[in-house]
């Protein structure tokens, strides 16, 4: 829905099989969309045949010993959507709530409902079925006076079904959006200098996610993302001793929360999932890696072998990826900033190929002084470095600040691959951060 | 494919009921991939999909319906299905005040026939040339297709072989350069050709790299950088709907400022490779000027926003971003980069840019692959990866000294659900200063 008017609905049925060979020292893949016998039988052959012409020159030796044979399922919480025109008047209503003042120049109101079957079979006797479901609603509201334009958006990323539109806040949204963005259109500039920062849930998703994820994530660390997504400033000897953050930092690979985007029970390559400890008490412990990194590298890793759909083959993604929640309260947080800026939800981000020099910027902000908060700030941008932002992190929220967000398209691979990711954190407080806003 | 498209559109027109419009479109492909990892193979594979889209109009009430299709007699009964689901889903449906379809029947058709070598002579090639280099890359080739048809009798079709080896050498972290081998006929002396440049550009990350603090510098962006820079742009920079809700980064440019007089910049599809059609059957101009001299020109305006504001559509697609980007060249001799940069940056690639300020054009990002610090008109030594953040009105704008009289077409080597098919054609660009940050 958008201003106050149906887009016209679209719905897509994307099925495929990838059929994978692996023989003495090669593998090779072939994807189709045709799905019959014949179909099936010609991907195999194409795949043997890329096994084969690449058996003596991979970065690994593959070996069709060592296929897995995973058995087990999934399925996401939450009920089957219904209902087409309930679901209309709820984004007109929203749409409709948001034109408060003539200073609002889009309203933006839709669902996205997904429904995901992943079937994983090998000629060893594996299965492994695994059915997800997505009710994914978004809401955008911008407001414009002369030069300056400013946006608020609802982005709500979960597994589950209808009842994630109310889990969401989803209802009421679109006044409070168009509330928001008015006074940010009203707000002075964000101010420069170092100070606090505290960073909301659903930005420390997006801090976790380029400046924790990427670093570890297996693959980068041996090299294979180099001529795209990037490689990392983290190497193997750093595991084990390396100090990421303050003593109050403690990250984990969680596949086990309910409705966290990349719950699953096994991976794409047929790794059952468990939760693993990734940097604990600040240090730095294990990487991101699936079984196919793990014996490269000569490193444990986790279950996160994942593929984008069943034209892309799997390689390393972030998966779950959480800050563990932490001692203070969201009142202790604020009370303990002398100067400092509050910000939420992501709008900028930009971050090194090593992932190390970033920066962020996020839509809204809230001047700290004195423990107090004091007032909304437009264009809250902060820039800092991955290898020491973390330890200047001072307080960690507790589990009433603890919050689930993710990502839906995080782009990496070649070829190339947009996936989603979960990311649940609760606020945080950071010390002497690089805080600037927008240009004038 | 193309007959097997356009029978299907023929048979399912065949079915339709009084009242009803039938569009269709196909994206297909049959793509070979090989990454490359330290000259070595990581993965290889073929993809073939095919993506039919049936989009039903009826009483100004349309919706639009998605099937993987297997390329065989069985896509008759998918596409079927979608029909039967669209009329379903229209019953619910409100008319749709900004809807424009093509109703003027306008049939194109472009095939491109390329000399595709074989993915595991690519391969052969590719590992031989990586012998005593670190090379980390990514070959990607076959064939594109896609196809446009409605009950209206119109028939659109576009089909192109191509390739495109992505590929960087690797010095020490975070030293690398990067290069690129794209087009329809393989040629493997050209390839070895190319390979050989870039491994004599690695030569020169040898030196220890000069680590640069922050502040303002004189800079050259190469075409790739600027290729970035200009990409970040097209985030809604050129699209009429952005322009009309005020979200455009070029939303200044609607008020006043201007961009160097050096800048003639357009959406140039005569000689782009992407398809001349768009998803609603309109066919493209050969060229739209989006800036003019500096000045803010024609916006794309796809059929949805033609019909919202009361312009006239151009074909763009439902994004309203470019496919096929031109920038005029300028005076600048290639081979005089280096002298009038005389002490500055060289810098050869941007990478992971963004706004920092989207209504006010400031935008930042990274240096990466070879970039390189020169003094006196002579590269002296790379420089570590750095952070730039700085108003495209000052870049392009008052520190625009001149742009390069030639030009490199860069294939967009985008593999996102489907191989990209846009181009670039861009010169390099001298700047005054560029704003360093971190």
């Known amino acids: ?440 | 494919m193309k007959e097997h498209f356009f029978e299907l559109a023929d048979r399912l027109a065949r079915e339709l009921h009084a009242g009803e419009v039938l569009l269709l479109n196909l994206s297909a492909e049959h793509s070979d991939f090989v990454r490359f990892n330290k000259g070595k193979v990581r993965q290889a594979g073929t993809v073939e999909q095919r993506a039919l889209s049936v989009h039903l109009v009826r009483a100004r009430r349309h919706a639009a319906s998605t099937v993987s299709i297997a390329g065989n007699d069985d896509d008759l009964e998918l596409a079927r299905a979608a029909l039967s689901r669209l009329r379903d889903a229209l019953t619910d449906l409100p008319e749709d005040p900004w809807l424009l379809i093509a109703e003027q029947p306008r049939s194109t058709s472009s095939e491109r026939r390329g000399a595709l070598a074989p993915a595991e002579a690519v391969v052969e090639q590719a590992v031989a040339a990586a012998q005593g280099r670190d090379l980390v890359g990514f070959h990607a080739g076959g064939t594109i297709y896609s196809g446009f048809a409605n009950s209206l009798g119109q028939r659109n079709w576009h089909e192109a072989d191509s390739f495109n080896f992505d590929w960087s050498f690797h010095a020490a972290p975070g030293q690398a350069v990067k290069s690129s081998y794209a087009g329809f006929d393989w040629d493997r002396a050209a390839f070895a050709e190319r390979i050989d440049a870039s491994a004599a550009q690695l030569a020169r990350l040898a030196t220890a790299p000069r680590r640069l603090e922050p502040g303002e510098y004189r800079a050259y962006l190469a075409p790739h950088a600027l290729e970035e820079l200009i990409g970040l742009l097209c985030w809604g920079g050129f699209s009429a709907r952005a322009h009309a809700t005020r979200q455009s980064p070029l939303l200044r440019m609607a008020n006043g400022n201007q961009l160097s007089p050096k800048v003639t910049l357009a959406e140039n599809t005569a000689e782009g490779v992407a398809p001349g059609f768009q998803s609603e059957g309109f066919v493209k101009p050969a060229n739209v000027t989006l800036i003019a001299n500096g000045r803010l020109a024609d916006a794309l305006v796809s059929p949805r926003s033609a019909k919202e504001y009361g312009l006239a559509t151009n074909a763009a697609n439902g994004g309203e971003s470019p496919e096929s980007l031109d920038l005029a060249p300028g005076q600048l001799p290639p081979g005089d980069v280096l002298a009038a940069l005389d002490t500055g940056l060289y810098i050869s690639n941007f990478w992971y840019l963004n706004f920092s300020d989207r209504a006010a054009g400031r935008i930042t990002g990274m240096t990466r692959f070879a970039t390189f610090w020169v003094e006196g008109g002579r590269i002296a030594a790379p420089v570590d990866p750095m952070r730039f953040d700085d108003s495209i009105y000052r870049m392009l704008g008052e520190n625009l000294l001149e742009l390069t009289s030639s030009r490199e077409l860069l294939f967009d080597p985008s593999t996102y659900e489907e191989r990209s098919t846009s181009t670039a054609r861009l010169p390099g660009a001298l700047l005054r200063s560029l704003r360093l940050t971190l």
């Open chain 1, 1 to 440: 829905m958008r201003q106050d008017t149906i887009e016209p609905p679209r719905q897509s049925i994307d099925r495929g099989a990838m059929l994978t060979a692996i023989t003495e020292g090669g593998s090779g893949y072939c994807a189709t969309s045709d799905l019959s016998v014949s179909g099936l039988q010609a991907a195999l052959d194409r795949a043997t045949t890329w096994a084969e012409a690449t058996s003596a020159k991979s970065v690994v030796r593959f070996d069709p010993q060592r296929m897995p044979a995973p058995r087990g399922e999934y399925a996401s919480p939450g009920a089957a959507s219904s209902g087409r025109s309930a679901l209309h008047d709820l984004l007109a209503e929203e749409c409709r709530r948001a034109k408060i003042d003539d200073r609002i120049v889009e309203r933006y109101a839709a669902l996205e409902l997904v429904e995901d079957e992943r079937v994983y079979l090998t000629n060893t006797g594996g299965e492994v079925g695994q059915q997800f479901r997505f009710t994914l609603p978004h809401a955008s509201v911008t407001a414009n006076q002369g030069v300056e334009t400013q946006t608020r958006t609802l982005e709500h990323a979960q597994q589950g079904g209808l009842e994630q539109i109310e889990r969401a806040g989803f209802v009421g949204c679109g006044e409070r959006l168009a509330d928001e963005a008015l006074q940010l259109l009203a707000a002075p500039n964000c101010p420069s200098g170092r100070m606090d920062l505290l960073l909301m849930p659903d930005q420390m998703m997006l801090q976790i996610h380029e400046s924790i994820g990427h670093p570890l994530e297996l693959d980068r660390i041996l090299g294979d993302e180099r001529n795209y997504a990037g490689t990392s400033f983290v190497t193997p000897d750093m595991f084990g001793r390396y100090r990421y953050g303050s003593e109050l930092l403690n990250v984990t690979y969680d596949p086990t929360l309910p409705h966290e985007l990349a719950s699953y029970a096994f991976d794409d390559d047929g790794t059952k999932a468990e939760k693993v400890w990734l940097i604990r008490d600040g240090i730095l412990v294990a990487p991101l890696g699936g079984a196919l990194s793990q014996a490269r590298a000569g490193m444990p890793g986790t279950a996160n072998a994942r593929a984008s759909g069943w034209n892309r083959p799997p390689i390393d993604r972030m998966a779950n990826l959480n800050v563990e929640p932490g001692a203070a309260s969201f009142s202790e947080m604020i009370a303990s900033v002398r100067r400092g800026v509050l910000m939420r939800t992501n709008v900028s981000w930009s971050i090194d190929d090593s992932r190390n020099k970033f920066q962020f910027g996020c839509e809204w902000g809230e001047l700290i002084e004195d423990g107090r908060r004091v007032g909304v700030v437009r264009n809250p941008n902060y820039r800092g470095v991955s290898a020491t932002f973390w330890r200047s992190l001072r307080m960690v929220g507790n589990a009433e600040t603890f919050e689930v967000h993710g990502t839906l398209y995080c782009g990496k691979g070649e070829p190339n691959q947009a996936l989603h990711c979960g990311h649940a954190a609760p606020a945080c407080v950071f010390s002497e951060v690089d805080i600037f806003g927008g240009a004038e």
